[in-house]
């Protein structure tokens, strides 16, 4: 049973414009939210997170919007750049749990 | 300041042999994770170790073992390999003050079971 998803296995988007990335979860023990970029023969990268008690948080280009009752969040990149082009995972975890669960990646493909 | 550093970065071994991969955390982190990351899969964690004793197991048999030394590096040991536990290792530290801080994580070691 998985319990974080990334339905979209790929995305494409031209270079300036808006990509969304969706993550949805079936644990309602998760309280925090992250996201991890990562690149071909490199570790994930930490992007943006956000708590449980916010629906958004934003961080330059990046902004994460967390729906609670639908257990899903997004993930907004605008603009989208070339260099944005990796593998990016959606992670949650539980309060006080040392354990981070990660949905399956999305691959964004940003095309100049 | 040193990141998260994994060794080997590759790995060939045949089923049933016995292999360990060793991870150094990030300057000033004492907690390490390790995860596995199967093709096309996102991180599956393995378990957790905090002064030098495992504190959280995810859903790995027991051929999976590990171990946290007094300078926070760790090893993770797994034993009579099968053809499925091809996959990346990824190795992340963490403090285990600040649980909701980000993950740091390692280049990873990728394990080819033949």
């Known amino acids: 049973d998985q319990q974080v998803k990334q339905n979209s296995p790929s995305l494409s988007v031209q270079e300036g414009r808006i990509s969304i990335l969706n993550c949805d979860y079936t644990?309602?023990?998760?309280?925090?939210f992250l996201w991890y970029k990562k690149y071909p023969a490199e570790g994930p990268t930490f992007l943006i997170s956000i708590s449980s008690i916010k629906d958004k948080n934003e961080d330059g280009r990046f902004t994460v919007f967390l729906n609670k009752s639908a257990k899903h969040l997004s993930l907004h990149i605008v603009p989208s750049q070339p260099g944005d082009s990796a593998v990016y995972f959606c992670?949650?975890?539980?309060?006080?749990?040392?354990?981070?669960?990660f949905g399956d990646g999305t691959t964004l493909t940003v095309k100049p | 300041d040193a990141g998260v550093t994994q060794s080997p970065t590759h790995l060939i071994k045949t089923r049933g042999q016995q292999v360990t991969l060793r991870c150094s955390p990030k300057s000033g982190h004492d907690t390490v994770s390790w995860y596995q990351q199967a093709l096309g899969q996102g991180p599956q964690f393995i378990f957790q170790?905090?002064?030098?004793?495992?504190?959280q197991r995810g859903n790995f048999p027991d051929r999976f073992s590990g171990h946290q030394f007094p300078n926070y590096s760790s090893e993770l040991n797994v034993n009579a390999l099968l053809l499925g536990d091809s996959a990346l290792y990824l190795c992340?530290?963490?403090?285990?003050?600040?649980?909701?801080?980000?993950?740091?994580f390692g280049s990873g070691t990728q394990l080819s079971v033949l």
């Open positions: 170790y905090y002064e030098e004793e495992e504190r």
């Open positions: 644990n309602s023990m998760f309280d925090y």
């Open positions: 992670a949650a975890r539980g309060a006080n749990a040392g354990k981070s669960t």
């Open positions: 992340a530290s963490s403090l285990q003050t600040a649980p909701n801080e980000k993950l740091f």
